[in-house]
């Protein structure tokens, strides 16, 4: 807070500096953001970049260095905890950086947060950071900042976790709305979704405001004895993207995705309505949020969800120190296995060397044999394998999950693509996995594959708007790429051409097929189709009705279009 406070005269410097040109728009804007400020109780804030107290000139002014903040932040560099709870935090770098320009941004070394070479002498400039944010706090803070954004043009950003890969929780000149610190948590066993008549079905359900992340409601939800459905991240938000493309979770295989068990959406719509969107109130909305995306459709205040009483399982956890030759007979044995194992409930994520599935299905004796083949493969190269039972969720949780983190503060686009049933069936399509492994090691990366594909999930055809190629999907097979620091314009369009290509690599294998866009090329050519298929077009009318004037806008998100590119951090990229 107290940075916050300091910065709030940075942000009137910045505009003193301003071309005399601009004055006029920006005393009519400074007069429209001082009224927005008093309509919500002073809580707009001027919104710099996160690393800012390691630097001494920003954007271009000097500024004082604030040396505790920044060993604060250097020390805490890559703990997603930090980056989650500041309004500026965001977990890819992608998300802060004005990609097409390397000297727009404010970064540390993420190799070593304390190397002097990027911040002495160094210009913090603002990157893609919006340039103010507003904690939310009620749904009429939401009501107001879209009267602003209508009546001011004002670009508005909804910033839940900051996890977002595709850069759609931040965006230079924008308004933040900060979801984080709505944190209400609520059981109930008998749950009805408001408006519909009192004999309709009464679900075992958990409300949670916006900010909920998947720690705080795993751990809810354990004090109730019941599991919730989530993903693989203790920081990852309950209610915002995640759910609202899809959501994966390792016990999806059986569950379903978290589109698929969401009851209910409280809502703040671009029109300026607060609305409850359930299957029996504002249906259409209710559907589009259930798979059409973040940032698109409204503000959610409050989501709910079905939950399971607390389900037993069988882990396993299977590794094996990785050599130049030991990843593709795995992976042989994998995919041959991948029906079989589809079959027992089994999922997890697999990796060159690693395998950590769950099946809520299987005995522990049943789970020795399914896996026999990859555990005697695991012992027989020097490795382990390990079968155990957990009675709930909780336990699993904090033995694995925690532990797992994925590396943030760096900069990593994903690349995947949803792998169905079909190419499993079949000699060829089992080779041309292979040979995607193959090229995978190659260019030195190695395979990820979360286990997460609905496989054993009765899903009512229609019901969600997500990727209609979740319904046949049983793995997400990932590939990616990273760009360092202080990487030059020609490297970061070199590696966006690799995920471009690699992504063409895994299309061929799978036409037809879809990705997951949390965590799909963000380069994607064919989105519409990929992401959304035939519910494209219904998400776009939906899209209108409750957005009528565009207030809402997101990369590759539903209604974009190609020519925001070229006005897009990504712009020279392309
Ligand atoms: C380390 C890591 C692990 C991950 N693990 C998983 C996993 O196990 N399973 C999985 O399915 N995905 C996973 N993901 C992908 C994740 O689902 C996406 O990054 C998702 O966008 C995160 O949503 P968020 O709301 O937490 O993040 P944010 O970046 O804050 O927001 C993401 C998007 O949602 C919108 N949004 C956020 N809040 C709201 C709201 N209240 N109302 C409307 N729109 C909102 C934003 O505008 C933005 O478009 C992971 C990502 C990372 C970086
Ligand atoms: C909003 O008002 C508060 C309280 O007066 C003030 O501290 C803050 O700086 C204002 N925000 C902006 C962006 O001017
Ligand atoms: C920084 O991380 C340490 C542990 O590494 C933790 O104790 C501390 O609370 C963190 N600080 C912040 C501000 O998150
Ligand atoms: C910063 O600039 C000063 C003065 O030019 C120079 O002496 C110093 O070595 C520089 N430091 C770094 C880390 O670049
Ligand atoms: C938790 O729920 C499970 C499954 O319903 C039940 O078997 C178990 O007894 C419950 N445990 C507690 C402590 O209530
Ligand atoms: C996997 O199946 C293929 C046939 O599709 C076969 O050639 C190969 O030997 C099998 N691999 C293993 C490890 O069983
Ligand atoms: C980028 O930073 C690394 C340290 O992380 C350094 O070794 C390298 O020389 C830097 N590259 C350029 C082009 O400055
Ligand atoms: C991508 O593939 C094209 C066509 O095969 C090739 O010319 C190009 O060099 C590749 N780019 C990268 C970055 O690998």
Not at 313 to 323: E, M, Q, R
Request: proline share 6%; with cysteine.
């Amino acid at each position: 807070m107290a940075s916050s406070l300091k910065l709030a005269g940075l942000a009137s410097l910045a505009v003193l500096s301003c071309p005399v040109a601009g004055t006029k728009t920006h005393a009519h804007s400074n007069h429209a953001l001082k009224t927005f400020n008093e309509t919500v109780g002073g809580r707009v804030q001027p919104l710099p970049p996160f690393s800012l107290p390691c630097f001494s000139n920003y954007n271009g002014q000097p500024v004082v260095r604030d040396d505790a903040v920044c060993t604060a932040i250097q020390a805490n560099y890559s703990d997603p905890w930090l980056r989650t709870n500041s309004p500026n935090g965001y977990m890819n770098n992608q998300a802060e950086m004005w990609a097409s320009d390397p000297s727009d941004q404010c970064l540390l070394d993420d190799s070593d947060p304390a190397d002097p070479l990027a911040y002495v002498n160094a210009t913090c400039q603002q990157g893609n950071v919006p340039s103010h944010y507003l904690e939310v706090q009620s749904p009429k803070d939401v009501i107001e900042a879209f009267r602003f954004s209508r009546h001011h043009g004002k670009r508005l950003v909804i910033k839940n976790s900051g996890h977002d890969y595709l850069t759609r929780s931040s965006g230079r000149d924008s308004l933040s709305l900060w979801m984080r610190n709505l944190r209400s948590m609520h059981y109930n066993p008998a749950f009805v979704p408001h408006g519909c008549n009192e004999d309709a079905d009464k679900y075992n359900a958990i409300t949670v405001g916006a900010g909920v992340n998947f720690d705080e409601v795993y751990a809810f939800a354990q004090q109730y004895n019941v599991t919730i459905l989530g993903g693989y991240s203790p920081t990852v938000g309950v209610s915002g993207g995640w759910v609202q493309n899809g959501g994966h979770s390792i016990l999806s295989p059986v569950y379903g995705l978290g589109v698929d068990r969401v009851l209910e959406f409280k809502v703040v719509t671009p029109d300026g309505v607060y609305r409850t969107a359930n299957e029996f109130q504002n249906a259409d909305l209710f559907w589009a949020l259930r798979g059409g995306g973040g940032g698109t459709f409204g503000v959610v205040l409050e989501s709910t969800h079905r939950v399971e009483p607390a389900v037993r399982f069988v882990s396993a956890n299977i590794k094996f120190p990785s050599t130049s030759t030991n990843m593709l007979p795995f992976m042989d044995i994998v995919i041959n296995n991948t029906l079989k194992w589809a079959r027992e409930g089994w999922g997890g994520h697999i990796t060159g060397n690693t395998l950590v599935n769950i099946s809520p299905l299987l005995s522990a004796d049943e789970a020795k044999t399914s896996l026999a083949d990859v555990i005697a493969y695991a012992e027989a190269n020097g490795g382990s394998a390990i079968i155990e039972e957990f009675t709930s969720w909780y336990p699993f949780y904090e033995k694995y999950v925690t532990t797992s983190s994925v590396a943030v503060g760096v900069t990593r686009f994903p690349g995947s693509r949803l792998i169905p049933r079909s190419v499993f069936e079949t000699i060829e399509g089992r080779a041309d996995l292979m040979a995607f492994f193959t090229l995978i090691q190659s260019i030195g990366q190695t395979p990820y594959i979360p286990v997460v594909g609905p496989v054993l999930y009765k899903y009512t055809e229609g019901s969600t708007s997500a990727a209609p190629a979740w319904r046949d999907a049983v793995w997400e097979l990932g590939s990616g790429a990273s760009w360092s620091w202080n990487s030059t314009l020609p490297t970061r369009i070199q590696k966006i051409g690799t995920i471009q290509n690699m992504t063409a690599v895994i299309e061929g294998i799978t036409p037809g097929s879809g990705a997951y866009s949390n965590e799909a090329n963000p380069f994607t050519i064919n989105w519409r189709e990929a992401w959304w298929g035939d519910n494209y077009e219904k998400l776009v009318r939906i899209k209108h009705r409750y957005d009528p004037h565009g207030l809402l806008s997101c990369w590759k998100c539903i209604g974009w279009e190609e020519s925001q590119a070229a006005t897009s951090s990504f712009a020279a990229l392309l």
